[in-house]
């Protein structure tokens, strides 16, 4: 594979399926730049990536902080280069029943998941416009694809991140940059774990039975997808739904 001196900045990329992309491209020849929210966890990724032979920068930010995402992909650009490849990914995933949905629950979803995948995307895409070469990759989810009870803040994100993701394809089809999204079901990370030993997602056993590969998703999974839709192969695969979920039916 050939990426001499591309910049591939991955948000929420210290943990579950970030981190296994940011990994993942680091492997492939990207220059990688993490960002995550969580104190000291996307330094510490990268120099995990680092060690392992790869090149990667961490950065604290908050995608939902203009400003902060601002300052990171400036950092990032002066350490690493100007950014070829963007996958936002960073989201939050919290469990309430509609009814009882706040203002403040709903928008603070929103924020994070969707106004901080259009924060990264519109702080880093002009880098890849100039290049006249960019992948913009936004990690949605099959919730927006088939629904998911309690999560209709998280859901509705996800959707908005598949607009987005038809939105930007067309307006920059022209410019050398596509802009797909992958959507991922039930893939075993930290996140889900937790939510698994809090009793309020079944076991990895009874999830798989409802997966027609038999088995939960793995963060490598998603990271082969976004690998292949983050290559040269890929200049005629625009605003496309790449669904990695085990067989799922979808509609
Ligand atoms: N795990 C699944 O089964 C699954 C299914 C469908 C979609 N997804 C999507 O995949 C992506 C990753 O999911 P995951 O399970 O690895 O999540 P995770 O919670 O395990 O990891 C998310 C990472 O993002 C970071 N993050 C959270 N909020 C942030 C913010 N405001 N700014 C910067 N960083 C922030 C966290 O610190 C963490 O490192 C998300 O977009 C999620 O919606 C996951």
């Not at 992948?135 to 949605?140: F, G, K, N, Y």
């Amino acid at each position: 594979m050939t990426v001499p001196d591309r910049v591939a900045v991955v948000t929420g990329g210290a943990a579950g399926i970030g981190l296994s992309i940011a990994q993942r491209l680091a492997h492939d020849g990207f220059k990688v730049a993490v960002i995550d929210c969580a104190e000291g966890t996307a330094e510490a990724a990268a120099a995990d990536i680092a060690a392992a032979g790869g090149t990667a920068k961490g950065y604290r930010a908050d995608v939902a902080n203009r400003e902060q995402i601002d300052t990171a992909v400036a950092a990032a650009r002066a350490d690493l280069g100007p950014i070829a490849v963007v996958v936002a990914n960073a989201a939050v995933a919290p469990q309430q029943a509609f009814l009882g949905m706040t203002l403040e629950q709903w928008n603070s979803t929103l924020e994070i998941n969707l106004t901080g995948t259009f924060n990264i995307v519109q702080s880093c895409l002009p880098d890849l416009v100039e290049a006249g070469w960019g992948r913009v990759v936004l990690i949605s989810s099959s919730s927006a694809q088939r629904g998911a009870p309690r999560m209709a803040h998280y859901a509705a994100s996800k959707g908005g991140q598949m607009a987005l993701t038809k939105a930007l394809a067309v307006e920059f089809a022209k410019s050398g940059v596509t802009v797909n999204t992958v959507a991922p079901s039930s893939i075993d990370t930290p996140s889900v774990q937790k939510k698994r030993s809090e009793g309020t997602i079944p076991s990895a056993e009874d999830m798989a039975k409802y997966i027609p590969v038999g088995r939960m998703g793995t963060g490598q999974d998603i990271a082969g997808a976004v690998s292949y839709l983050v290559s040269d192969d890929t200049s005629y695969v625009t605003g496309q739904t790449l669904s990695v979920n085990g067989g799922s039916f979808i509609g």
